[in-house]
């Protein structure tokens, strides 16, 4: 898979170096779930049997994080992840058009004449809800319209679970809530957090239970505080682990800023420097403080036997 940064406007040269027949789905499309899914999997098999490439086209930053909108706090798919699970998907292109103050301003006529239709996009596969333009004054129908005969749109309807509208806003309520049965039925997989091993306050080992702590590589939505079951991502080997997301109270006072500490199941070795994926697979429990290091240690030593039963499960 290719991938493309554009600008708004356009340049020629630009233009006529990516402008060929293609199908293109169109959106934000953070957290690539089930829904986003549906929209781009119609987009990769119409342009499979036009024989013609399969385009997304996506923006970032997030407008609502440019614009400070809403409760925007972190990606669920940064672009490195969107980049991998695209290719993944069958995608051919990615178009990342860069989103910032100018383009916020660009009307819906603008954005399809000097964006979309340069592109030569023979057809454009949106999700139901699609909007786009200044103020999101544009939808399907005006997208449609404003393709003039040589962009068709076609629209994919929405994406339901026992009846509700899978969503990412849905997720990262899910997600802090600490619900990841519902975050990882609607992702369609687990959610993952990926960061570089580094050193943290060695704590871990000297209650005998060592653990990686996790920098994280980019602004991920944080889930909520607390102990995770997870599998471990390494040098393409999954190892079965627990994790804690939190400020750790029994240690610790007045600290807000959580990290991610990662005890791998069975496993020994040197982390440090080293790039992780985990994915979360299920929650265990909310972080507490205790009044003791030892009703910590035997705390940590069931959350090890639920993490394994579970792993073992799933």
């Not at 239709?117 to 103020?135: E, H, M, N, S, W």
């Amino acid at each position: 898979m290719r991938t493309v940064t554009l600008t708004y406007p356009m340049l020629p040269q630009a233009a006529a170096e990516w402008a060929q027949p293609q199908i293109a789905a169109l959106g934000q499309f953070d957290g690539l779930h089930r829904g986003h899914a549906s929209v781009i999997s119609s987009a990769v098999a119409l342009a499979r049997t036009e024989g013609v490439p399969a385009a997304v086209i996506t923006f970032y930053p997030h407008p609502k994080d440019v614009m400070g909108k809403g409760d925007y706090e972190g990606y669920l798919t940064p672009p490195r992840d969107k980049q991998e699970l695209l290719a993944e998907m069958g995608v051919d292109i990615l178009y990342v058009i860069e989103f910032n103050e100018q383009l916020s301003q660009v009307s819906p006529e603008d954005f399809v004449s000097v964006m979309l239709l340069p592109l030569r996009i023979t057809t454009a596969i949106v999700g139901f809800d699609f909007r786009f333009g200044y103020k999101g004054e544009g939808d399907a129908e005006m997208l449609r319209r404003l393709g003039d005969g040589s962009m068709k749109v076609e629209t994919v309807p929405p994406f339901l679970l026992d009846g509700v509208k899978v969503s990412s806003s849905g997720i990262r309520k899910g997600l802090q809530n600490g619900d990841m049965e519902l975050a990882n039925s609607w992702f369609g997989r687990c959610y993952h957090l990926r960061g570089t091993v580094s050193h943290g306050e060695k704590r871990g080992r000297t209650i005998g239970f060592p653990t990686a702590n996790l920098e994280l590589e980019d602004r991920y939505v944080i889930p909520a505080k607390g102990v995770y079951a997870v599998r471990a991502i390494h040098n393409g080997k999954t190892l079965p682990g627990v994790m804690n997301v939190g400020v750790k109270p029994t240690f610790h006072e007045g600290v807000t800023v959580p990290s991610f500490e990662v005890h791998l199941l069975d496993f020994a070795g040197d982390l440090y420097g080293q790039e992780m994926r985990v994915d979360l697979v299920a929650f265990i429990r909310p972080e507490r403080r205790f009044d003791s290091v030892e009703s910590l240690i035997s705390q940590i030593r069931e959350d090890a036997k639920t993490a394994e039963r579970i792993l073992l499960e799933s």
